[in-house]
């Protein structure tokens, strides 16, 4: 692909994914996406064959860059104390309130939160692959989760992927609250409320 292509297609990308998030899937159009990226609808149908293959590519997209700049911002903490995996599991709680502090500028929350919320009910093939993305949140949990298990003297009697569902659960819904209550604070209050939770489960 050519880069003025490359660049065409990334910025519908980012406009798209922008306005999914401020106004929804359903209430975002098409005209919408051309008019604030500037392009024809020719050079729009040229990378997309339409609004679902626009939606699916800017969750694609979406996943990946929520990947990169996580393991950036892990990356740039301090090194970790210790091997204890339960540390490891903090440390990407920590990169994702780092994350959603500096996000928090930006209006419209979550996309896929939001594409969860309005698609989930109404559009399989969406559903499908939201639920594959949290899976994927899940997943960098689980094998921290599985190495601390292991250490314990009494095994978990949950499942370490279920629990990791549990994370990612809380984490979501701590976002939520927080934007909805304009409160940085609850949600580090709740990202510490979580910490203590597995720590109490997995330390013994």
């Known amino acids: 692909m050519q880069t003025r292509a490359i660049k065409t ?3 519908i990308l980012c ?5 999914f998030a401020l106004k929804g899937f359903h209430d975002t159009k098409l005209d919408e996406v051309l008019k604030a990226t500037r392009v024809t609808s020719g050079a729009f149908f040229h990378h997309f064959s339409n609004k679902d293959a626009l939606g699916f590519a800017v969750i694609d997209r979406h996943m990946e860059q929520r990947r990169l700049e996580l393991d950036r911002i892990e990356s ?4 970790a104390r210790s091997d204890d995996p339960l540390q490891q599991v903090f440390r990407r709680l920590d990169a994702v309130r780092e ?3 500096h996000r928090k500028l930006k209006k419209g929350g979550c996309v896929i939160g939001n594409l969860s919320m309005t698609l989930a009910d109404t559009h399989p093939a969406f559903r499908k692959r939201l639920a594959e993305c949290f899976d994927e949140m899940a997943s960098e949990f689980t094998p921290h989760l599985d190495e601390a298990n292991r ?6 009697r949950v499942d370490t992927a279920e629990l990791a569902r549990y994370i990612v659960t809380i ?28 720590r109490h489960m997995l330390s013994e």
């Open 9 to 11: 297609r990334e910025r």
């Open 15 to 19: 406009e798209a994914s922008r306005l």
């Open 76 to 79: 740039e903490m301090a090194p």
């Open 99 to 101: 994350m959603v502090a």
């Open 151 to 156: 250490q314990r003297r009494k095994k978990l």
């Open 171 to 198: 984490i979501e819904g701590a976002l939520m609250l927080s934007r909805t209550q304009r409160s940085q604070p609850l949600l580090d209050q709740h990202f510490e409320y979580l910490k203590e939770h597995l």
